[in-house]
């Protein structure tokens, strides 16, 4: 089961991966970026002064846990390079959703996306990388 | 032999990334950096006001070629992502230097590295990581 969903998790950045690349983006997928404890980005993507860093993460359920550690080295590290974060959420049937961290929700351990917070909050493809 | 080479890559890759870390900075290492045509960089690392975008090369001989296309993709994605470009080396015997990519020979198809020129304009780890 975790191995199904490390393959899904892979399948969806790779999808979004290829958004990118036809969009005109330079990219870098982050090796080992589902595994590694100290994670923190899945890709980097670019063209002439857009910049970001990419966190993906899929569900088959309306809402989405990152731990709170996972979200503080993902942004430290957009900072670092001077990108803008972005979490891109994809829920089954609902496709995918790009939010500003900040949209998501605290609750000490973790932090929440939920599919409400999504459709709120978050921009679809052709808007978050026109 | 293709795969001995790849794998000695890989773990040379692995070396540079656990030196970069223990030396403080955030990186990442690049998805199927050894694999792909449009591979544009191995590692991105950085830390407080520096930031590096290294192409990994070893070798036994005392030159390394590296294409045209491969030292253009990574010179570019460099440019979009504001990262100085570094192209670390490491010859048997040697260790590691790290270039700047203007100090590379162009042979037209390709462009060369060769021990003389790593030994005379390449730093050593602590000098261009410091």
């Known amino acids: 089961m975790v191995f199904k969903n490390k393959a899904k998790g892979a399948r969806y950045e790779n999808e979004l991966y290829d958004m990118l690349i036809n969009a005109g983006y330079r ?24 910049k ?3 966190e993906v993460k899929s569900s088959k359920k309306p809402v989405k846990y990152i731990t709170t550690e996972q979200i503080e080295e ?13 979490i891109a959420v994809r829920f089954n049937r609902e496709g995918w959703f790009f939010l500003n961290p900040k949209y ?19 921009r ?7």
Chains 1, 2 share one sequence.
């Open 74 to 86: 993902f942004v430290i590290f957009s900072q670092i390079f001077g990108l803008k974060p972005i």
């Open 124 to 130: 679809r493809f052709g808007q978050a990388f026109s």
């Open 52 to 54: 970001y860093c990419i």
């Open 27 to 50: 990219c870098i997928r982050v090796a080992g970026s589902g595994t590694k404890k100290e994670s923190n980005a899945d890709i980097v993507a670019g063209k002439k002064g857009k």
């Open 104 to 122: 998501m929700k605290n609750s000490g351990k973790n932090w929440t996306i939920s599919l409400e917070i999504a459709r709120k909050r978050g």
